[in-house]
């Protein structure tokens, strides 16, 4: 596809993905780190207003004075904005008037495309597509995390699935030496995959699958989350103080363990893939097995052998720069290199993630306590 025919794809694939929705869904934020869909579909189109049209249009008139302040997320040198806590506070304005936006910009950004832009601007706007595919992935935990937390566990009509895990199971040499890391190639990649650089890694064995509800559902029987020696000091304390006794969204009814996905509230599948694991719960079932977590180096190296897609894998690797990384000036290079500090790698993709956003090189991040995204467990020994 063209780049033009990229960004009408991805603008349109967030109103289809947005169609099962009730109005009433839109505005809901039951926790902080959870951004109301509404939000979502107006933020990203703030990206192309802020970005695209503000900078290379001339005599752009915004849409709306007050957008720029309640959408931007965290860009600082976007300038003020809505504290992440508040959004779900908006009534106003409304879905429609989102809606408004998102053609108003659509039109003007096609125009933009339509006028021989610079290879400047190209290069944003396909940062935007690929910016905008992320919120329709982080859509996809937002709105599993705002109907999971409703008394009848609503569903809603979408194609997020997991696949039932091979019998196949077996772990893959990986013989030690020095490896390039890194992307590399003319196709697109975030900054923070930059800085293509030599590792050495010692001999190691992965799994060729992720870890299964069987086996995490025998972790809880024989009392893992019960073990303070199998989990970092910081994990148990946070199991503690919030009462973590399962993976996020299993409930146990009657003796037999259920857990609420989109597609509604059904007994745990021992066949398919634990997810929404925190960093945590990943070390320590890991510590129970007596095996590991790879590192982020590992598993690129060992991605080329491996089936991965369903889930986003926790690594044991701290989100850190690459060797030479640089930030781009201005707002945009706040995208990935201010987050380096107190956050986990995860690698790989998930059911939720957009087709063609995902690549071996790819880095996604987050603080060792989320558990709301599509995360799962890979070993390794």
């Known amino acids: 596809m063209t780049l033009k025919e990229q960004f009408q794809y991805t603008r349109s694939r967030f109103l289809e993905i947005c169609k099962p929705l009730k109005t009433e869904d839109y505005s809901v934020q039951p926790d902080v780190f959870v951004s109301p869909p509404k939000w979502h579909l107006a933020h990203s189109t703030w990206f192309f207003e802020q970005f695209v049209l503000c900078k290379f249009v001339e005599n752009y008139q915004v849409f709306d004075e007050d957008f720029a ?31 408004k936006y998102r053609d108003y910009v659509d039109l003007k950004m096609l125009a933009f495309l339509n006028d021989n832009p610079s290879q400047e601007a190209l290069d944003i706007v396909e940062l935007g597509i690929n910016h905008e595919q992320q919120h329709q992935e982080l859509f996809y935990y937002d709105i599993t995390y705002i109907l999971g937390n409703q008394p009848t566990f609503p569903t809603i009509k979408n194609k997020i699935e997991l696949k039932s895990l091979s019998s196949n199971s077996a772990f893959i040499k990986i013989s030690e030496g020095l490896y390039n ?37 025998a972790f809880i029987q024989a009392g893992g989350y019960q073990d303070f020696n199998l989990w970092h000091a910081e994990g148990w304390d946070f199991i503690q103080e919030n009462n973590i006794t399962a993976p996020l969204y299993w409930h146990k009814v009657d003796d037999v363990w259920f857990h609420y996905t989109l ?67 201005g707002a945009l290079g706040e995208y990935n290199g201010k987050f380096m500090i107190n956050q986990m790698v995860l690698r790989g993709a998930s059911v939720a993630t957009v087709k063609n956003h995902s690549r071996n090189t790819y880095r996604n991040f987050f603080h060792p306590d989320m558990r709301w995204q599509f995360s799962g467990i890979r070993l390794v020994k």
């Not at 904005?81 to 809606?99: A, E, I, Q």
């Not at 190639?185 to 190691?204: A, I, P, R, S, T």
């Not at 059904?266 to 890991?286: Q, R």
């Open 69 to 99: 302040y309640l959408f931007n997320s965290y860009y600082n040198n976007a300038g003020k904005r809505v504290l992440r806590p508040n959004r779900g506070l908006m009534t106003r304005p409304s879905v429609k008037d989102v809606y």
């Open 181 to 217: 890391i890194g992307h590399k190639g003319k196709g697109f990649c975030y900054d923070n995959e930059l800085g293509n650089h030599q590792v050495f890694l010692q001999d190691f064995e992965i799994s060729n699958q992720l870890v299964s509800n069987g086996e995490f559902l």
């Open 263 to 329: 597609n509604g509230f059904v007994p745990v599948d021992k066949n398919k893939p634990v997810t929404h694991i925190s960093f945590y719960e990943a070390f320590a079932f890991a510590e129970w097995k007596q095996m590991r977590l790879p590192t982020e180096f590992e598993w690129e190296v060992a991605s080329q052998k491996i089936d991965f897609g369903q889930l986003w894998e926790w690594t044991n690797s701290a989100y850190l720069p690459y060797p030479n990384f640089s930030k781009a000036p």
